[in-house]
């Protein structure tokens, strides 16, 4: 299997350190990117690609919602799913309608975000329960 390339786009740096220390027990996954914003993460876009962008939705400057619309528009192929803690199923839906290949809250443990991150990459979606 090849390495699935990451970006974190989330405005709290402990919850970025986090999740590479997560994600880092899995040596196919790269967190290669990070952000605290929207606007920063589609400024960094410019530069380099990834599979995958963990993408919380408050944000400052640019929230999740307008950089999920941004990065589908721009770059169709990076998947992006939503790490956040809202639970509301209206909510959820209007994310998928932007263009979230899935949804995951922030509480969640380590061993399902890893399943979430390989779900998206390879099917293109992923939602838990």
């Known amino acids: 299997m090849s390495i699935i390339k990451i970006a974190i786009a989330d405005d709290y740096k402990i919850f970025r350190d986090g999740l590479k220390v997560g994600l880092s027990a899995d040596e196919n996954l790269d967190v290669m990117l990070e952000a605290d914003n929207g606007e920063e993460l589609l400024a960094?876009?410019?530069?380099?690609?990834?599979?995958?962008?963990?993408?919380?939705?408050?944000?400052?400057?640019?929230?999740?919602?307008?950089?999920?619309?941004a990065v589908r528009k721009k770059y169709p192929t990076i998947k992006v799913l939503v790490v956040t803690m809202y639970?509301?199923?209206?909510?959820i839906i209007h994310m998928m309608e932007n263009g979230a290949n899935g949804y995951l809250l922030k509480n969640a443990e380590p061993d399902e975000i890893r399943k979430s991150i390989y779900a998206v990459y390879e099917n293109g979606y992923y939602f838990n329960d």
């Not at 690609?49 to 944000?59: A, R």
């Open 44 to 69: 960094a876009l410019e530069k380099e690609t990834p599979d995958i962008i963990l993408m919380d939705l408050k944000m400052p400057i640019m929230d999740g919602m307008e950089a999920t619309k």
């Open 87 to 91: 639970e509301d199923d209206k909510f």
